[in-house]
């Protein structure tokens, strides 16, 4: 059987989201019960970062201790990944000493061709196209508020960056819809974009974009790796700030949400970020429960 790998949000179906959800569910209850959860004993994940990160590396490092295993931290400056391996070669390697990988890189393309040569599944833990187990984290997050994201509006205002893509596959198997509003020169890539996806529409004016939203949800300017891009877009996202008067457009019930790190006063005000509306320390926390679920799925599979 083919291996089950998580490289972008739109590899699993609704079913098994459904699923994976639960087992969230179950393992968050757990957690807080301080319960043990050891389905994954002796199991060894290999991380292999090559941008920084906070979040992913803690939530993936803790989970698989939290489930009995193991975490290993590779990083392209240490391993032989910074010195020219090929990552087919490393693949192999790596997928023959562990169960299950975790990567951040560049390209979609890299972990494309890593999952590829790998014979234990591979999860996307952030590439420039995709961040898909922070939206896993983000719906998860919104389905505990207000129990279901179908037919929902979530109002996109900032950069087509990554965190964008994967919130776009996720509306289509959802069932939701994205109000996206990014300035001129930074728009949707369209090769990002499923062919059919309805699940979405433009709106010029940021505000417009978050008139009856449901969630509003904004990201930094600049992604890792645009780094010299900064000056160019802190003058072309002038305006897109998620403040006060924007939340005012939504709905009085919308969650507003950032997957972190933040920078107050650029892409969100403080009195949103630390406002009533604001989720995002469980957002952030959620990534531990969810990507756990999702390390033992694709794992094990069902256990039921
Ligand atoms: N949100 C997120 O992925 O954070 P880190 O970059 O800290 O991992
Ligand atoms: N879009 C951001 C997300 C960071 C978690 C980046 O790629 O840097």
Same mark, same amino acid.
């Given at each position: 059987?083919?291996?089950?790998?998580?490289?972008? /949000? %739109?590899?699993?179906?609704?079913?098994?989201?459904? $699923?994976?959800?639960?087992?969230?569910?179950?393992?968050?209850? =757990?957690? =807080?019960? $301080?319960?043990?959860?050891?389905?994954?004993?002796?199991?060894?994940?290999?991380?292999? /970062?090559?941008?920084? #990160?906070?979040?992913?590396?803690? %939530?993936?490092?803790?989970?698989?201790?939290?489930?009995?295993?193991?975490?290993?931290?590779?990083?392209?400056?240490? %391993?032989?990944?910074?010195?020219?391996?090929?990552?087919?070669?490393?693949?192999?390697?790596?997928?023959?000493?562990?169960?299950?990988?975790?990567?951040?890189?560049?390209?979609?393309?890299?972990?494309?061709? /890593?999952?590829?040569?790998?014979?234990?599944?591979?999860?996307?833990?952030?590439?420039?196209?995709?961040?898909?187990?922070?939206?896993?984290?983000?719906?998860?997050?919104?389905?505990?508020?207000?129990?279901?994201?179908?037919?929902?509006?979530?109002?996109?205002?900032?950069?087509?960056?990554?965190?964008?893509?994967?919130?776009?596959?996720?509306?289509?198997?959802?069932?939701?819809?994205?109000?996206?509003?990014?300035?001129?020169?930074?728009?949707?890539?369209?090769?990002?974009?499923?062919?059919?996806?309805?699940? $979405?529409? /433009?709106?010029?004016?940021?505000?417009?974009?978050?008139?009856?939203?449901?969630?509003?949800?904004?990201?930094?300017?600049?992604?890792?790796?645009?780094?010299?891009?900064?000056?160019?877009?802190?003058?072309?996202?002038?305006?897109?700030?998620?403040?006060?008067?924007?939340?005012?457009?939504?709905?009085?019930?919308?969650?507003?949400?950032?997957?972190?790190?933040?920078?107050?006063?650029?892409?969100?005000?403080?009195?949103?970020?630390?406002?009533?509306? #604001?989720?995002?320390?469980?957002?952030?926390?959620?990534?531990?429960?969810?990507?756990?679920?999702?390390?033992?799925?694709?794992?094990?599979?069902?256990?039921?």
């Amino acid at each position: 059987m083919a291996i089950k790998h998580y490289l972008q /949000f %739109s590899d699993f179906t609704l079913d098994e989201y459904e $699923y994976v959800i639960e087992r969230s569910r179950v393992i968050k209850r =757990k957690f =807080k019960n $301080y319960e043990p959860h050891h389905t994954l004993a002796d199991r060894t994940l290999v991380m292999v /970062f090559e941008k920084n #990160s906070t979040r992913t590396r803690l %939530s993936f490092e803790a989970g698989m201790h939290q489930m009995g295993g193991a975490a290993i931290y590779l990083n392209t400056r240490d %391993s032989q990944l910074g010195r020219g391996e090929p990552v087919e070669d490393a693949a192999q390697v790596m997928s023959r000493m562990c169960d299950v990988i975790m990567i951040r890189t560049y390209g979609q393309e890299i972990i494309e061709r /890593f999952a590829k040569h790998s014979r234990v599944p591979v999860i996307n833990g952030l590439t420039n196209e995709q961040h898909p187990c922070q939206v896993l984290a983000d719906v998860f997050t919104y389905i505990e508020h207000h129990g279901s994201i179908q037919g929902k509006i979530v109002a996109w205002v900032g950069d087509a960056n990554n965190m964008l893509y994967s919130w776009l596959q996720a509306a289509e198997v959802f069932g939701f819809h994205v109000n996206v509003s990014t300035p001129k020169g930074y728009d949707i890539d369209p090769a990002q974009v499923s062919p059919g996806n309805k699940n $979405y529409t /433009f709106f010029a004016d940021p505000a417009d974009a978050c008139q009856d939203a449901d969630l509003v949800t904004t990201d930094v300017w600049t992604s890792m790796g645009f780094e010299a891009e900064n000056n160019a877009r802190l003058k072309a996202f002038d305006g897109w700030i998620v403040d006060q008067a924007k939340m005012a457009r939504a709905k009085k019930d919308a969650l507003f949400m950032h997957c972190l790190p933040a920078h107050r006063g650029e892409e969100v005000a403080a009195e949103v970020i630390d406002g009533p509306q #604001s989720v995002v320390w469980e957002e952030a926390e959620n990534r531990l429960h969810v990507q756990k679920a999702l390390l033992e799925y694709l794992v094990h599979g069902r256990f039921d």
